[in-house]
């Protein structure tokens, strides 16, 4: 029978007041216990009509909305520390979770009428949860900031508390009784609830105190948690023990949630070895405990972190991780000969300062292995680097000398240096020896640290093509925005998608894009493409009979030819930050490989786009027909904009279509090195202003697309060729123009001159070209106003009648000398 765990608003810890416009800010308390229901309080700005909960893992499900009228709030003077809450800003939520629910992080979004709220998390425990008593800042009558006042709490159990940022510092304390011999662990999770969607840190730390104030231990940052703080003791002797929660680092922000795991299970802070051999049994180390695991390895690890199983100690709350390969082990204690063929696993440590650890290898000349090393990734204290260099008597002269790797190298996506995980420690490099022979491998600690738990793993990993997709984010937006795919029924959807070859990927086939997951009534299409190109569309359709719903997709990337499918691993990825401090530098962040669709209803407008009746040239401009239907409720100007375009071609600043008028031209011109070709493209609209929303989160905005249509790209209609020139001050002159045909058009086309220098102006008539002129001549008159100098990159516009539309191309690059005047 499931407990039900009623949570008062009172005690959802601190601020729900939304901070940021999204659709949804904050779902708390973040947690609730296996087997059991819980209700959560979602805040956002436009959660009206809230019809489904979407989680991306297994063993959750959400069934009841109701909405509030009320929410707590740190800016409440009252007595109960409650706020008015405004309609369409806050819902509770009736989780029903599990009994198998797997434990820790899971994702989800909220799914309103007509959107799709950002990821947020929740977490699962195998514990009772349990609501700090006192959130809010502490009084004479409410406090939990010292010892004295500390809330008594059982072991093993969850709690669900806030700091609030008041000055000074806030401190919670937490009592629990111990018995002599017992284990006392505590995790945090604060940093990694993800409750700071664009600025600000959440850095907390722990400490555990006995009864006469001694501070047994303490903890800031780790390697297994990383900003999450951990502790674990062996308890002394019988008695009350002290938990303190406070931020190392006191940032201005004031979303400092976070989740206490507190009990009595052994905490391991590393297992060793790192890995192992997929279908074998091994024996783990689980460092720190003194205890010894036997585990079975599963037998087929899947791609990229398929191949990471979780061990777990018994009653704990979370697990460390290893890495299965399906390859042998080496590891150090068998000596430094390696006898296996690669590829393989090497396992060992580093203990002693400065050591550096060689092993020699046998490689066969054009076999490429991904070298991957697993120190940090697997929370090893280990900072590795790694060399590769041929044995004496082989001829080969290449060598390898890496330290830390980049996103690519981890089939991930982010920016170089704002974004940060440990993981990216680790080196990881490509390795294909030129000879066949011997090579010394060596590994060492980039800064000469050593220590039981400077463990290692580095996996011969044998080279498999690959490339990810991926959304980008908008210039000067936050990643957030619209990284999920909202269509409405009956209309179409478009999203650019950034290409990334695997690292190490030299296939240059075409590629394509298939979804897997549909729901009926929704087709996805994007055109083929190689890893050279940075980006493509994907557009989405859904029917007008689609059914409305939330959906998670798997977008897989194969080579369009069957035969090379084998050998290529590719699909999308999205690493989205969990915390953010100012600048849009991140440590933490939301992995999935999942694309959130939802299918929703509501569509302000419809949106459409004149199939063009003639191409683009290079070098050219084109006037592109979008007309705008309003729908009843809806009268305002729309916001327009190409989210993709092919490359070299180039797009006008957003077109606003003003409320009343229902069509506008937007302009698309083709640079002189535009790859000729016939492309799919749509227009993006939006509202103009929605009151409350935030074009930077995108909340409050609905975003449609026209239906695509094909841009054909090609070469010129003519190309001119400036002859130089040379005109006196105060005179009159002629600069002429030489004209090759490229392709056959009727009518007269006229040609103007452009880059002009000040004080030189074109005379009318205007040159006329009509089919099979080789030649023109530009009147040009020179003012007095004119500098004396030798003017270059004068060019030549020509405006060409086509289909009743008249294409523009810019075409030569002329010099034009101005004189003084002769006496």
Known sequence: ????????????????????????????????????????????????????????????????????????????????????????????????????????????????????????????????????????????????????????????????????????????????????????????VGQRLGTLHYEGMNDPALAIYDAAGKALTRNDDNSLFGADPWVSVRIPKDGAYFIEMRQQMDYENRRRHYLLHVGTWSRPGLIYPLGGQAGKRIELSLLGTGEMAKVD????????????????????????????????????????????????????????????????????????????????????????????????????????????????????????????????????????????????????????????????????????????????????????????????????????????????????????????????????????????????????????????????????VEPVDPGARGDFRGGFVQVIPATQRRGGYAMAFHRTRKLALAVVEGAPFDLAMEPPRVGLVQSGELSLRVRVTRHEGFAGAVYCEADWLPEGVNKQPPLIIPAGTDAADYKVSARNDAKPGVYPISITGRENEVEGGSVRSAAGYHYLMSRAVNLEVSEPYLSVTLERAAIERRKTGEIVGKIKHHKSFEGEAVATLGRLPFGVRQIEPFPKIRAGDTEMRFKVEVTADCLLEQYRDIFCEVAIPVEGQVIRQQTGSGILRVDAERK
């Open 297 to 556: 390895l599963m037998a087929d690890p899947g791609p990229y972190e398929g191949a990471y199983q979780d061990i777990w100690t018994e009653g704990s709350p979370t697990p460390n991780r290893i890495h299965v390969a399906p390859f042998p082990d080496h590891f150090e204690s068998d000596g430094y000969e390696i006898s296996q063929e690669l590829p393989v696993a090497i396992n060992g440590k580093i203990e002693t300062e400065g050591e550096v650890d060689w092993y020699r290898f046998r490689a066969r000349k054009g076999e490429r292995y991904r070298v991957r090393t697993y120190g940090k990734t697997l929370n090893s204290e280990l900072d590795p680097r790694i060399w590769i260099k041929p044995a004496e008597g082989n001829p080969d002269k290449q060598t390898w000398d890496v330290d830390d790797s980049l996103w690519p190298e981890h089939d991930l996506v982010g920016h170089h240096y704002r974004e940060q995980i440990q993981d990216r420690l680790d080196p990881i490099f490509m390795f294909e020896a030129r000879e066949d022979g011997e090579y010394l491998l060596g590994i060492g600690d980039t800064r000469r640290q050593f220590g039981p738990e400077h463990v290692y793993r580095i996996e011969f990993q044998p080279h498999i093509n690959g490339a990810q997709v991926f959304f980008d984010a908008y210039p000067s937006q936050a990643e957030q925005v619209r990284d999920r795919v909202v269509v409405f029924r009956g209309h179409s959807y478009a999203r650019p998608l950034s290409i990334q070859a695997g690292f190490g990927s030299d296939y240059s086939g075409k590629l394509r894009i298939r979804a897997l997951n549909l729901p009926d009534g929704v087709t996805i299409e994007a055109p083929e493409f190689t890893t050279t190109e940075s980006q493509i569309p994907l557009f989405v359709r859904a029917d007008a009979d689609a059914e409305t719903g939330g959906h998670l997709l798997d977008l897989v």
């Open 1 to 188: 029978m499931k407990k039900r765990l009623l949570i008062s608003l009172l005690a959802l810890s601190g601020s729900l007041e939304a901070q940021d416009p999204g659709l949804t800010d904050t779902i708390l308390p973040q947690v609730g216990q296996r087997g059991t229901t819980v209700e959560v309080v979602a805040t956002g700005n436009f959660l009206r009509d809230a019809r489904e909960v979407l989680f991306y893992q297994p063993g959750i499900r959400c069934t009841k909305f109701e909405k509030l009228s009320k929410i707590a709030g740190i800016h409440s003077k009252g007595p109960d520390h409650t706020i008015a809450a405004e309609p369409g800003t806050a819902l509770k939520l009736t989780f029903e979770i599990a009994p198998d629910a797997p434990l820790g992080q899971h994702q989800l979004r909220i799914r309103t009428r007509d959107g799709l709220g950002e990821l947020v998390t929740f977490w699962v425990t195998p514990f009772p949860v349990i609501i700090e008593k006192n959130p809010f800042e502490d009084t004479a009558e409410a406090r939990n900031d010292t010892p004295e006042f500390a809330q008594p709490i059982p072991l093993n159990s969850t709690i669900a508390g806030y700091l609030p940022l008041p000055t000074p510092q806030d401190y919670d304390f937490y009592r629990v009784d111990c018995k002599s011999g017992q284990i006392l662990t505590v995790e945090a």
